[in-house]
């Protein structure tokens, strides 16, 4: 499977972006897929994930801002991400996971190569 973010950039604060996830080779099956974000200095966060079902779940810095949603007949993730903070500011990456379990708790073993976001 091959992951392949886009949609970064930079923006000030209070402003919105929108990732993109386009997912090539991926059997979706038992699937989960999530959007994880790591800033400078800092341990690799998950944000928001989303299963087969579209049930979804968030951390709660981001509950109320962003939204996950998916596109099953492109094989797209999206995170749509409004009212941005500078705390925003990182390399956010997209992952799938086909394990068991709720998405929040499940190890991702397919990786996107990530997109900057930068809020200032």
């Known amino acids: 499977v091959q992951l392949v973010e886009s949609g970064g950039g930079s923006v000030q604060a209070g402003g919105s972006l929108r990732l993109s996830c386009a997912a090539y080779g991926y059997t979706y099956g038992r699937y989960c897929m999530g959007w994880f974000r790591q800033a400078a200095g800092k341990e690799r966060e998950g944000v928001a994930y989303i299963d087969r079902n579209g049930i979804t779940a968030y951390v709660d810095s981001v509950k109320g801002r962003f939204t996950i949603s998916q596109d099953n007949a492109k094989n797209t993730v999206y995170l749509q991400m409004n009212s941005l903070k500078p705390e925003d500011t990182a390399m956010y990456y997209c992952?799938?996971?086909?394990?068991?379990?709720?998405?929040?708790?499940?190890?991702?073993?397919?990786w996107g190569q990530g997109t900057q976001v930068t809020v200032s």
């Open positions: 992952a799938a996971s086909n394990g068991y379990g709720a998405c929040v708790n499940r190890a991702y073993n397919a």
